[in-house]
């Protein structure tokens, strides 16, 4: 069964530059039919999408972060990583890695989040 | 940008009842529309993808329909673990983007 985990820093300090990892378990992060991606959610918030990536390499960014935001994948090491650089408070929230069923256009496997608080 | 307005924000019903969310998209998105039910701390949860295609291991009592800029959600009989947010998703075209949820409480 496939298992998204997200690992990275709880605490950032601002201007600062936040790492997160997920690590695929279960299947191949290279099976044809997915892609991957990162979703946040600020505290009492909704869902904002960050980026994606398939596994051709083709990356996808949100207007609002691609100045910002780096999404990319290690297939020899099953996982894919995100990096927000210029990190302000309003970059608090839970990150989200998560599986995108390509024939659904929708994210079918979640990982359990991580909290990140950007705070000096 | 495709924005996804839903309606209500916040709504409030009992067991039992029939309950629907509307979504809906500021340009036509065919049926590339998806629906996730999240509970309070927990991760997000696929209910249907393409409008219409019920995820598997989703109770029957999930439904949903639409196409082009107007969709919906239907809970046909409310159990008590459905009382949760809801949140539509389109990916007809990048950037991908979510509604900003219904909040869906005990009456």
């Known amino acids: 069964q496939l298992q998204l985990q997200e690992s990275g820093p709880r605490l950032v300090k601002p201007s600062e530059t936040l790492s997160l990892t997920c690590i695929v378990s279960g299947d191949s992060i290279s099976s044809s039919g997915y892609y991957w991606g990162w979703i946040r959610q600020p505290p009492g918030k909704g869902l904002e999408w960050i980026a994606s990536i398939y596994y051709s390499g083709s990356t996808f960014y949100s207007p609002s972060l691609k100045s910002r935001v780096t999404i990319s994948v290690a297939p020899s090491k099953n996982q894919f990583s995100l990096k927000v650089s210029s990190l302000t408070a309003a970059d608090t929230a839970v990150y989200y890695c998560?599986?995108?069923?390509?024939?659904?256009?929708?994210?079918?496997?979640w990982g359990q989040g991580t909290m990140v608080t950007v705070s000096s | 940008d495709i924005q996804l307005t839903q309606s209500p924000s916040f709504l409030s019903a009992s067991v039992g009842d029939r309950v629907t969310i509307t979504c809906r998209a500021s340009q036509g998105i065919s049926s590339y529309l998806a629906w996730y039910q999240q509970k309070p701390g927990k991760v997000p949860k696929l209910l249907i993808y393409?409008?219409?295609t019920l995820q598997g291991g989703v109770p029957s009592r999930f439904s949903g329909s639409g196409s082009g800029t107007e969709f919906t959600l239907t809970i046909s009989s409310l159990q008590p673990e459905d009382f949760a947010t809801y949140y539509c998703?389109?990916?007809?075209?990048?950037?991908?983007?979510f509604g900003q949820g219904t909040r869906l409480e005990i009456k």
């Open positions: 998560a599986r995108c069923l390509q024939k659904a256009d929708a994210f079918d496997i």
């Open positions: 393409a409008a219409s």
């Open positions: 998703q389109q990916l007809n075209s990048y950037p991908i983007t």
